[in-house]
Each structure stands twice: as structure tokens, then as C-alpha cells.
């Protein structure tokens, strides 16, 4: 999968960076990315559901440590993604909420990414 990072309000481009995910029988996931250096974040634990047709959404949750190893964010990807007629290859469009450690909403990005099933 290649995420990218784009403005909510102009769509441009802020960066990209490859991802791996692991939609399981039953609608679980795991979700790995380069997006952030590995020692700050957890790799993502979510949630995926048929929503009709080529349709699905998905959603998960990483927690995310300062430099000093203290939990400071809670980060929540929403993702609506249309799978191609061969189920090999998907896009999606991402929401994005980042969540201080008492729950409250911080920030919101946004993004996209494609993907193409990992033989």
C-alpha cells in the first residue's frame, strides 16, 4: 500500500510513504506503516466491515510516544475504500483524528492510499 498525506482543504500533497495490512476473516486488522518512526507509534489494531457492492470501511487506532517513551496521542484512521472488480487492488480515502491522552480531539488530517494484494 502507498498512503498519502494530503491538505484537507486543497487535496495537495504533504508526503507518502508505504504501508502493510492485514484485513482478517472476520472483519479484524492489523495495520503497519513507515508513516512515523517505529519506536514513537504502535503498529494500528482496527476493524473492517462489507459496506455493499466494491464497498468496504475500516478503522483503526495507534498510540503514539514522545522521543522520552510517554504516551501522548491516540491516533484514529477512518477509511472508506473501493475495492477493483478483481478484489487484487483497492483506493480509499482517509480520515484522520488525533486524540490527547484524555480523549479530546486535537487535530484532524486527511489522506489517500492505494493498494494492491501482497502474494
Not at 48 to 64: I, P
Not at 66 to 95: C, M, Y
Request: aromatic share 12%; glycine share 10%.
Amino acid at each position: 500500500m502507498q498512503i498519502t498525506v494530503r491538505d484537507c482543504q486543497t487535496g495537495a500533497v504533504q508526503r507518502t510513504f508505504p504501508a502493510l495490512f492485514t484485513f482478517a476473516k472476520g472483519g479484524t486488522l492489523i495495520e503497519v506503516s513507515a508513516g512515523q518512526f517505529p519506536a514513537l507509534t504502535t503498529s494500528g489494531q482496527g476493524v473492517w466491515r462489507h459496506t455493499g457492492g466494491q464497498d468496504y470501511s475500516a478503522v483503526f487506532e495507534t498510540f503514539v510516544f514522545s522521543p522520552a517513551g510517554v504516551w501522548i496521542q491516540r491516533h484514529r484512521f477512518t477509511r472508506a475504500i473501493e475495492l477493483d472488480s478483481n478484489a487484487n487492488e483497492f483506493t480509499d480515502t482517509i480520515k484522520l483524528e488525533i486524540f490527547d491522552t484524555s480523549g479530546n480531539l486535537v487535530v484532524m488530517g486527511c489522506g489517500t492510499s492505494v493498494a494492491r494484494r501482497f502474494e
